[in-house]
């Protein structure tokens, strides 16, 4: 009787640091997400006298515009953070904020309800940045030592 020994190899360096970029992004826009949804509420409490739930009734397109700022921006800046160039970045913001297209045209044509809007878009941003990221694979799974140091200008 013969015995095969199989070796099984965990995830590699470049899987975990694709992984982990990826996981940063998500809480990047998470924390983005509540902490300037929460100043969107207020500003909208002032302006309108409505706080952000009654947004998502009233001024649907401006509320989902505001979550994709509010998840995006907090993102880029995290990307660039890291080294990350201009153009990745806005490579990554207009994946996020291109499904918001057909989102609002299903709206506007009364195919799909304010609710439906605001969970397709927390449905599709993530696969879009997903789908940036294996495109980029190289780049997403790189350490970030080889990019370049942090720079707004």
Same mark, same amino acid.
């Given at each position: 009787?013969?015995?095969?020994? @199989? $070796?099984? #190899?965990?995830?590699?360096? &470049?899987?975990?640091?694709? *992984? =982990?970029?990826?996981?940063?992004?998500?809480?990047?826009? +998470?924390? %983005? +997400?509540? @902490? !300037?949804?929460?100043?969107?509420?207020?500003?909208?409490?002032? *302006?309108?006298?409505?706080?952000?739930?009654?947004?998502?009734?009233?001024? @649907?397109?401006? &509320?989902?515009? &505001?979550?994709?700022?509010?998840?995006?921006?907090?993102?880029?800046?995290?990307? =660039?953070?890291?080294? $990350? /160039?201009?153009?990745?970045?806005?490579?990554?913001?207009?994946?996020?904020?291109?499904?918001?297209?057909?989102?609002?045209? !299903?709206?506007?044509?009364?195919?799909?309800? &304010? =609710?439906?809007? !605001? %969970?397709?878009? +927390?449905?599709? +941003? @993530?696969?879009a940045m997903l789908a940036v990221m294996l495109y980029r694979k190289d780049e997403? /799974?790189?350490? $970030? /030592?080889? $990019? #370049?140091?942090?720079?707004?200008?």
């Open positions: 009787m013969e015995v095969a020994t @199989v $070796h099984v #190899k965990g995830p590699t360096a &470049a899987t975990r640091r694709f *992984v =982990r970029h990826f996981a940063e992004m998500l809480l990047v826009m +998470m924390l %983005g +997400m509540c @902490v !300037l949804g929460g100043a969107f509420g207020a500003l909208h409490l002032l *302006v309108f006298g409505t706080g952000f739930a009654q947004a998502w009734r009233d001024q @649907v397109g401006l &509320a989902v515009l &505001a979550m994709a700022f509010n998840m995006t921006v907090p993102m880029v800046l995290w990307m =660039r953070y890291r080294g $990350h /160039s201009w153009e990745r970045g806005g490579e990554m913001a207009v994946a996020m904020t291109l499904p918001l297209i057909p989102l609002l045209a !299903l709206y506007f044509a009364d195919v799909t309800p &304010a =609710r439906g809007v !605001l %969970g397709g878009q +927390m449905m599709l +941003m @993530v696969p997403y /799974s790189a350490p $970030h /030592s080889t $990019h #370049k140091r942090f720079r707004l200008a």
